[in-house]
Structure formats: C-alpha cells, structure tokens
C-alpha cells in the first residue's frame, strides 16, 4: 500500500514540476519542488521502512503481536515526531544555542521519539505523558545551559539556515589583522624614475569617504556623505566632471558632486563596480533574489545584472547575466544549490508554502559578478567597440558580451582562474586579471591573449605567498606599461614594473594601533591623463 502511495505521490510530483517550469511562476515552481522533495522523501521512508521490518526479529513481532501495517503506522509517526517536534523546538526554543548542546538536543530527540514509538508497539501509551513532561524539562535545561554557555565564550553559537542566508548577503570584512605590517602607513616606496606619476583614487568603506592623494601620499581632496543605512563605500569612480560615483555597502549608487552633495542616488542593489562610456552612460552591477532556469531547472539565486542609467540616474537598460552565462554554469554549482535547498528542508517551511512566500528556500550567490567594462575598441575575433567585459567569481569565468544581442561571444577561465577580479582589456589588445587562487595560497596577475587563449606574461611575488589576498583584488595598467596593483586582504597597494620590481608601494593608513588591524582597499585607481581631470590644484 505505502509503495503505490509514494509511486502516486512521485507521479503527481513530476507531473505539478513539470506544470511549475512551464509557467515560470515562481510560487508555484517552488511549491511543486516542494512536492517533489516531499515524494522523494517519502519513496525514500517507504524503503527504509521495509528495511528495518526486515531487520527486526521474528521473536520481537510475535510477543508483541506487530503486524506490518501497525509498525508502519508507528515508525512513520516516530520519524514526523523527531522531524516536527525536533524542528519546532529547535527553532522556537533553542535558536542560537551553542553547537554541544544542540547536538546533545537532536540526540535526545531522537531517544524521545524512540521511546514514544517503543511505548506504542507495547500499547503502553500512559508512559507517553510523563515521558514528555520529562523531555520537556530536559529541553528547558539545554535551553538555560546553552545560553549559559555563549555567555561565558565557551562555546561557538551553532549555525542555521537564517544565518547562513545572512552571512552570503554580508559584505567583505572591512579591518584584517596586520600585525607584521602594524607601523606602515601611506606610501612607504616611491622611485620617481620608475614610477608613473599620477593621481590616486580609492575610497573608506568604514569612514564613507573617499580620497585623492599624490604619489608621495598628500591628501589632496576628501569627499565624505553618510547617508542613512549605508554600511559604507565600496568602490567609486571618477566622473570627466569631477563627480564622484560611489557604489555603498548597502546597494546604493549616488553621484556627488566636488563638494560632497548628492546629486542623485538609486537604491538598485548595486555592487562591486560601476563604469562610465564614452557619452556619459553609467553602467553598473545590481544584484537581486531571483529564480533563473538552468536547462529548465528553477534556481533561487542572487541574480546579477547589467543596468545602464543616464547622467541624471535613469535606468534605460537591464541585462540579466545569468541568462548570459547559463551555458557556462557548471553542474556542480547547480547541484550545490540544490543540496542547500534539502539543508534548509524543515517545518518552517510549509509556513512560507502556505503563504506563497516565492523565496521559500533562500537564496545562493551562484554567479558572483565582480567586473563590467565597457570596451572601447573593436579586435577581430575577440570584441567589438562597446562590448561588455564581465567578470563572475563563483564560476571562474570571464567573459565579453555582444551589447548589442546580449550574447556571450568569448569566454575563458574555468580550470585555468579561481576566484578572480578586475579583467580589462589592455591597449595591446590582451586582457589583464587578477588571479586570487585562495585554494593555492597566492595569488598572481595574468595577462592573456584573448584570440589564443595563451598567458603572454604573469607577476608572481618571492616566494609566490608574500602576495596573497583570498577575496577583491584589483590590477590597471598604467600608460608607461607599469601595473598598479590592489592587495586588498592586506590593504596595500603596489605598483610593479614588468620585470617584478616594486617601484610605489602604499599602505592603507587607516588602522587600530591596539588591536593591530588595517582597514583593506577595495580597489585603488590611479588617474593619469591631467587634460581630463582639470580641477584646481589636482596636478
């Protein structure tokens, strides 16, 4: 009987899936995923079931008068009560308690659920009430013993789903431990021969500032806005106008003008970059919950995408970069967000299903884009003037798009980059990124011929560890062929010329002396051209 349930249930659950994916409703295609957990779920208990009957001896189910049907009934009701009771508790009661005494949580669960089960199949069911009086004491205990605990700093807090989704949507750790380097600040070295003279640009994310300063380290302008629910400055760029673009923390966009006041600012979710054409058109990285379709597999996901606005802020154009890159989405990444989903698979659950909630899973950084460059020339085989550049970190890819049909035309990097940023297209006609390879321990700045696909030159340090930095990173040529490099792990930036010789270094000055930690660099530019950037005292 159970068998022709869960094969009903199976094909029901297929059939409202394949009804989801058809209208793309997002509601819907997450209530018949749901459907589908459930049947599987369910086949996969129907097996288990026949297992442990087979198990069970041939003594036990005589004394006891079991019959099949009977132990059915009790060992599904004992598997929903540690699913249900367990989940419940947990969530209500013992949410944030420390890892120890959760896990002692689940185990008395489990030996709750046992009892109640065994005390069925003896038709003992008065020993049920005093049995859960007692279960019910022991959760109150774990529940003061647990808060006790994290209190004292004993014990880590144990981790959940909500805190999961938290810590994807956070941004990158402003202040790094820097106890080597505790006494640099500023520029530390300068070889003015070597060098290329020019105009630093890079921003505070913790102060919301942003600064210019010279190649010996003078401040030469500030601009500073707070504004409310900003966590700070990402990443800004410079206007031909002196109008600084800044991308915040929080998913703003603004344009302040030379003495810090807003022109505009959009709350679009922005991130990472933000870049400006040859007529003033602003391109930046948005990022949003979404459910996108991998070959017709829904995905709730952190959606990135392409938005050009005007000069003033309007939006006139939004591109959707995983309907670009989804041929070049690797299984593997797919099947890690669908083994997220079966982690978050709980009571809690069924509450978002019945109130159609479309987020009822969460969502996974999938993609990760970190770059947009518009490109400003055209190279047979490779590009053409106005193309997009794209970088997403998740997948390892970096890739150009067709701006006009929206289109993937040339990609390169998985199984060669891991992690990477910064890919821009040189005036040779190369591409240079930044490399962080975090599962190596360093990382490197590749230059690559796009039409070949070979690497035509790289920078690594002596020894290859002392440059290492696990997330951001930043590399721009400068017009002498010198490349200006963002350690952005180690708030540092650096400028090498192409034998390896470090010719400008600077420290970020920002730092708690006490407990030795440096406030890291995004990403640091350096302007070179004193016929666009003509305000007063600048050069």
């Known amino acids: 009987m159970l068998k022709k349930i869960a094969a009903v249930l199976l094909i029901l659950a297929v059939l409202s899936y394949a009804a989801g994916i058809a209208t793309r409703n997002k509601a819907v295609c997450f209530i018949c995923l749901f459907m589908l957990f459930a049947a599987l779920s369910f086949g996969l208990l129907v097996l288990l079931t026949g297992l442990v009957w087979r198990l069970v001896p041939g003594d036990f189910k005589q004394s006891f008068g079991v019959t099949r049907g009977r132990f059915n009934a009790v060992f599904f009701f004992c598997i929903f009560l540690f699913y249900l009771v367990g989940g419940v508790t947990e969530e209500v009661f013992l949410r944030g308690v420390s890892v120890p005494v959760s896990l002692l949580f689940n185990i008395m669960t489990l030996v709750f659920a046992v009892f109640c089960g065994w005390c069925l199949l003896r038709r003992a069911k008065k020993a ?61 070295q300068y070889d003015p021969d ?43 760029e410079m206007c031909k106008n002196n109008d600084l673009l800044v991308v915040t923390v929080d998913g703003t966009l603004m344009r302040l003008d030379w003495d810090s006041n807003v022109k505009w600012k959009e709350r679009i979710g922005a991130h990472h970059d933000v870049r400006i054409d040859e007529v003033g058109d602003i391109y930046v990285l948005t ?32 591109a959707n970069v995983f309907d670009l890159v989804e041929k070049q989405v690797p299984l593997g990444r797919v099947a890690d967000v669908y083994k997220g989903l079966l982690k978050v698979y709980k009571p809690a659950t069924i509450v978002k299903i019945l109130k159609l909630d479309e987020n009822i899973f969460g969502c996974f950084d999938i993609l990760h884009s ?89 920078y690594r340090s002596e020894p290859p560890e002392a440059f290492f930095t696990d997330t951001r990173g930043g590399n721009q040529e400068l017009p002498n062929g010198n490349i200006l490099v963002t350690e952005s792990k180690k708030g540092r930036v650096f400028e090498i010329t192409r034998q390896g010789q470090v010719v400008w270094e600077f420290y970020n000055p920002h730092i708690k002396k006490e407990e030795k930690q440096r406030e890291t660099i995004y990403r640091m530019t350096r302007l070179t051209d004193p016929e666009v950037y003509k305000t007063a005292g600048m050069w």
């Open 128 to 188: 049920i009430l005093p049995g859960s009086i007692l279960f019910i004491l022991i959760v109150a205990i774990l529940a003061v013993v647990g808060s006790i605990s994290i209190k004292s700093g004993k014990f880590q807090k144990r981790s959940t789903t909500g805190r999961i989704k938290t810590l994807q949507t956070l941004p990158y750790i402003s202040w790094v431990p820097a106890e080597e380097s505790i006494d640099k600040a500023g520029v530390t």
């Open 194 to 236: 070597l060098a290329f003279e020019g105009i630093n640009l890079y921003p505070s994310q913790s102060l919301h500032q942003a600064y210019l300063f010279d190649m010996q380290g003078d401040i030469l302008h500030i601009w500073a806005r707070e504004i409310k629910q900003d966590r700070g400055w990402r990443h800004v």
């Open 287 to 318: 990022r949003g919950e979404d459910v996108v379709f991998w070959y017709g597999m829904p995905l709730p996901v952190y959606n990135d995408y392409i938005v050009v606005l005007s000069s003033d802020g309007r939006i006139k154009k939004k």
């Open 370 to 458: 970190n770059n947009i460059e518009i490109l400003n020339r055209s190279i047979d085989g490779f590009c053409s003037k106005g193309d997009w550049l794209i970088s997403m970190r998740e997948i390892d890819l970096i890739g150009v798009v067709d701006a006009g049909k929206e289109k993937l035309i040339w990609s390169w990097g998985q199984g060669e980059l891991s992690k990477q940023h910064n890919p821009t297209l040189l005036d040779n006609g190369n591409v240079l990124v930044f490399n962080n390879a975090p599962y190596r321990g360093f990382s490197s700045v590749i230059e690559l011929n796009p039409l070949t696909k070979e690497i035509a030159w790289e």
